[in-house]
C-alpha cells in the first residue's frame, strides 16, 4: 500500500506540473512579453514580443525616443527570427537570436548597411505604458498657448504657438514601466529661467546661460501636464508665457 501511494502521488505531480507548463506556454502564445535589456551593450531598448503558434509580432523603441518600432517574424525550436518594419512595413533590420520566456540573447543587423550589433534582453514583470490612442491633434490651455502633435515617417512632431513666439520640433515619450505612465518630451522649447537646485553646492553658481531646451509634460487621453515652475529652494521657469505652476493643455474633442 506504501508503494502505490508514493507512485500515486509521483503520478499526481507530473500531471500536475504538466498541467502548469502546458498554461505557461499557451499564456505565452497569447500574451505579449516584455523584454528590457541593451543594444550594443550601450543603447536601453524595450521590447513587446507576442508569440502566437510560432508567429512573432510585436515593437520595441529605443528608452531615450519612446517611439515604436514595429516587428514581425517567427521562432522555431527557441530560435527566433524577427525583421524591423519601417513605417511602410518595409523591412530595414533582422533580429536572430535565441528567445525564451526570461531572455534573448542575439544581434541586430541593418539589411542596408550591413552593420550588425549584439542584442542582450531580460524579461520585465511590467506591462509596456501605451501612447494615448488619440494623441494626435491641438492641445490648448487657459493662457493663449497651444501645441498642436503630428505624425509624418514614423516620427512625431509638434507646434508651438503663443502670443510672442511659433515654435517647431521632434517630439520623444518617456515611458515609466513600474509607474505605467507615460511622458511627452518636446525637444527645442528654451526654458525662459533656471536656477537649479540651490542647495546643491555644485549648482549654487549655475549660470542662466545654459538653459535646458526640453520642456516634459505627463500625456493621458485628455491632456498633457506640465509643471512649469518650481519652488524657492529650485526655482525655474519653463515657458515664460503661462504665469501658472501646473499647465492643463486640454486635447480638442
Not at 512595413?89 to 535565441?98: P, V
Amino acid at each position: 500500500m506504501k508503494n502505490y501511494l508514493i507512485s500515486f502521488f509521483f503520478l499526481f505531480a507530473s500531471f500536475y506540473s504538466a498541467e502548469n507548463s502546458f498554461s505557461a506556454v499557451k499564456q505565452n502564445q497569447t500574451l505579449a512579453q516584455t523584454y528590457i535589456g541593451k543594444l550594443d551593450n550601450k543603447t536601453d531598448v524595450v521590447f513587446s514580443i507576442k508569440n502566437s503558434n510560432g508567429k512573432l509580432t510585436g515593437f520595441y523603441y529605443y528608452d531615450k525616443i519612446g517611439v515604436e518600432i514595429k516587428l514581425s517574424g517567427t521562432i522555431v525550436n527557441g530560435i527566433a527570427t524577427i525583421f524591423e518594419l519601417d513605417h511602410q512595413n518595409k523591412k530595414q533590420a533582422k533580429i536572430t537570436g535565441k528567445l525564451s520566456n526570461n531572455d534573448f540573447t542575439g544581434k541586430w543587423e541593418s539589411l542596408s548597411t550591413k552593420k550588425s550589433y549584439a542584442l542582450q534582453l531580460k524579461l520585465s514583470p511590467y506591462a509596456i505604458p501605451a501612447l494615448p490612442i488619440n494623441l494626435l491633434g491641438n492641445y490648448n490651455t487657459d493662457c493663449n498657448l497651444s501645441i498642436s502633435i503630428a505624425k509624418n515617417n514614423g516620427g512625431y512632431f509638434y507646434n508651438f504657438k503663443s502670443n510672442t513666439r511659433t515654435l517647431k520640433g521632434k517630439v520623444t515619450f518617456g515611458r515609466s514601466l513600474e509607474e505605467n505612465l507615460v511622458y511627452i518630451n518636446f525637444i527645442g522649447i528654451k526654458w525662459a529661467e533656471d536656477d537649479g537646485d540651490i542647495s546643491n553646492e555644485l549648482n549654487a553658481d549655475k549660470s542662466s546661460g545654459d538653459l535646458p531646451t526640453v520642456v516634459q509634460g505627463l500625456i493621458t487621453d485628455e491632456e498633457i501636464v506640465i509643471q512649469n515652475y518650481g519652488n524657492a529652494m529650485n526655482h525655474y521657469l519653463k515657458i515664460g508665457e503661462c504665469d501658472i505652476k501646473y499647465l492643463h493643455l486640454k486635447k480638442d474633442k
